[in-house]
């Protein structure tokens, strides 16, 4: 069992690149989240989904947008990368309910420079 | 919107020391609580949860937490840690389709 997929492990971002970060998981789960950890500042929500086509945003969207047209697929794109969204993204996925039991990808490093 | 707040983010213990985690959350509809476990390079991995009934929890590893409704607490606990329980510990409570994090006890232990 795969469970949840994050690609890549590390990046490294010039300020204004874009990218998408990539989740996949293979639970057939229908809640999907994205989360960046930050140093004493625990995991914060970036945007969540409640099933395929269906979106929306946690406490800190700014900077993300977010699609779900599968309910395997959960990207998270960066429109123009800033210094500040230096962190680890963490996807997750959840069986019962975006706020409940959560099974998390093993991260992704990002760093803006 | 629910929050949650964790005290004494770094801890420091010897092996067979006891630890105690405490978790404070606001909410005023139900909740689910849960504690995970994040060791050094890894992902978040689920430690234990309370859903309903028993509000003594007991999870993984030798861990265990207390729900008392009346405090809004959900404090972790383990009678003798070991070298490997050395990791960060999350509490988090969901509701309004969300899950809120804490902001994480940093816990080491020593050999």
């Known amino acids: 069992n795969a469970g949840v997929t994050q690609t890549p492990k590390f990046q490294v971002l010039k300020t204004g690149q874009s990218m998408t970060l990539q989740c996949a998981q293979d639970?057939?789960?229908?809640?999907m989240s994205w989360y960046r950890q930050d140093p004493g500042m625990g995991l914060r929500l970036i945007h969540y989904?409640?099933?395929?086509?269906?979106?929306d945003q946690g406490e800190v969207p700014n900077g993300y947008n977010v699609s779900r047209s599968t309910t395997e697929d959960f990207p998270l794109r960066l429109l123009s990368a800033a210094p500040s969204q230096t962190s680890v993204y963490f996807c997750?996925?959840?069986?019962?309910?975006?706020?409940?039991?959560?099974?998390f990808g093993q991260g992704t490093r990002l760093t803006v420079v | 919107a629910q929050s949650v707040s964790q005290h004494n983010h770094h801890v420091i213990l010897s092996e067979a020391a006891s630890l105690e985690l405490g978790c404070n959350y606001s909410?005023?509809?139900?909740?689910?609580l849960f504690w995970y476990v994040q060791y050094p390079g890894q992902h978040l991995q689920l430690l234990l949860k309370?859903?309903?009934?028993?509000?003594l929890v007991k999870g993984i590893k030798g861990f265990e937490a207390e729900f008392i409704k009346s405090k809004f607490s959900f404090n972790l606990r383990k009678p003798s840690v070991q070298w490997s329980d050395t990791a960060e510990y999350f509490c988090?409570?969901?509701?309004?389709?969300?899950?809120?994090f804490g902001k994480g006890n940093q816990v080491v232990v020593i050999p």
């Open positions: 997750a996925s959840s069986y019962r309910g975006v706020g409940t039991e959560a099974f």
């Open positions: 639970m057939n789960h229908e809640y």
């Open positions: 989904s409640v099933g395929a086509g269906i979106t």
């Open positions: 909410y005023g509809g139900t909740v689910n």
């Open positions: 309370y859903f309903s009934g028993d509000p």
């Open positions: 988090a409570v969901n509701g309004n389709n969300r899950l809120a």
